[in-house]
């Protein structure tokens, strides 16, 4: 079997490991992360890696370099999912790193390395992401342990459940001196590549987003008592500054979404008081990501205030805009090229990714792999193609060959 074909099937394999039978979900320090964990810790001690848990619940793998307790350059990607996940989003990126280890295990380097299956990238257990790729960063906020899942459990208790120590959480920090940097491979979760026909990419950056909770309240009302001219009907003011968001992030260059909306009370039969809303922005600069949510929350005001409704806005995450680290950057560009015998294409991430977290205790490099069926991805639809993969393996680990002839 290829590298390639076994990275498939692994990601087929935690593909079935889930919450649900009718759909993909594994989330943090449920009984499937410990499932997955189990699974990715054998298929690293296969590649002849040292495994342990940190203390913020990330599976690590290392093997040392030419002399012990060199830095480290770490690969890996995400093992949590979304609800109704496809089988690639961060899986293919922990076994393609597994593959390079495996690739390289005869091999004396200038540094470690290490292989990392981050939890918690999406947030959608606790609602807020990066817990893992935050904790091996330094940059958790002590906050995030009493964050509660949609059940009352808190962070702190989870980690118990886990078998972790709460209070340990912040020995999962690294510092820059015990690393070299931080390689990741990727989906593209777009259809950029597909169109170009081209396999890879190179990631240049990583999208500046901001997240939200939006309220718009008016007041409840009978549906058949209640004449237009009185009606505060919070879902109507509510679906315009949907429509709203549309525009400004068309008229702006970014991406925004609304992925949840919830009309209360919610009888059939009644004109909805309040409506609770989500907002996601992105954009390549923190600028432009700024002034977007500026106007919509303009526009929102406006209408709200047209149909005297309320409106409120609470920031829920927010994440600047990182640019790749250029040596790392350089050397995934010469892997790409010795393995496609073409420049690549240089793409900035839309979709956030543990390295955002990661950049602020090392440099950052990205391979971004084309996603088949319109790029779609999230969904149980997201798919790839086995030669692409063969070729982010070829790359990944000429990348990982050119850092280490730079450093020797």
Avoid at 329 to 358: N, Y
Avoid at 362 to 385: K, Q
Wanted: charged share 25%; proline share 4%; hydrophobic share 45%.
């Amino acid at each position: 079997m290829t590298g390639a074909a076994r990275a498939l099937a692994r990601c087929d394999e935690l593909g079935r490991i889930s919450a649900r039978q009718d759909a993909l979900e594994r989330t943090h320090l449920s009984p499937e992360h410990a499932a997955a964990d189990a699974v990715v810790a054998g298929w690293m001690r296969e590649a002849g890696l040292t495994t342990h848990l940190d203390p913020a619940g990330n599976r690590i793998g290392r093997r040392e370099g030419a002399r012990p307790s060199l830095p480290a350059l770490v690969l890996g990607s995400h093992l949590d999912t979304v609800p109704d996940a496809g089988r690639y989003d961060g899986m293919l990126g922990v076994v393609l790193a597994i593959e390079v280890a495996d690739r390289l295990r005869h091999e004396s380097l200038p540094f470690a390395i290490e292989v990392v299956g981050f939890t918690d990238e999406e947030g959608t257990r606790f609602g807020d992401a990066l817990f893992g790729s935050r904790a091996f960063a330094g940059g958790l906020e002590p906050g995030r342990l009493d964050a509660s899942d949609a059940e009352g459990v808190t962070v702190r208790a989870a980690l118990e459940a886990f078998g972790l120590d709460p209070g340990r959480v912040g020995e999962a920090a690294r510092r820059p001196e015990e690393l070299v940097g931080y390689l990741e491979v990727h989906i593209e979760q777009g259809p950029e590549l597909l169109d170009a026909g081209r396999p890879l990419a190179v990631v240049s950056s990583i999208a500046a987003a901001r997240r939200f909770d939006l309220e718009v309240t008016g007041r409840a009302a009978h549906a058949g008592g209640a004449p237009y001219a009185r009606r505060r009907d919070a879902l109507v003011g509510a679906a315009e500054i949907v429509v709203a968001v549309e525009r400004i992030a068309k008229a702006t260059g970014t991406v925004a979404t609304v992925g949840r909306i919830r009309a209360e009370p919610g009888g059939v039969n009644v004109v909805p008081g309040r409506a609770l809303l989500s907002l996601d922005v992105r954009a390549e600069r923190d600028e432009g990501r700024d002034e977007a949510v500026g106007r919509i929350d303009a526009a929102a005001r406006e209408i709200c205030a047209a149909r005297h409704l309320g409106w409120h806005l609470e920031e829920r995450y927010r994440a600047d805009a990182v640019v790749c680290d250029p040596a790392l950057t350089a050397a995934v560009a010469a892997g790409v090229a010795a393995a496609t015998g073409q420049e690549p294409p240089r793409l900035f991430s839309r979709a956030g990714h543990d390295g955002m977290a990661v950049a602020a205790v090392t440099g950052i490099g990205m391979l971004f792999v084309r996603c088949g069926n319109d790029g779609v991805s999230h969904s149980p639809d997201e798919t790839v193609d086995e030669g692409d993969v063969g070729l982010a393996l070829d790359a990944f680990e000429a990348a990982v060959r050119r850092l280490a002839a730079e450093r020797g």
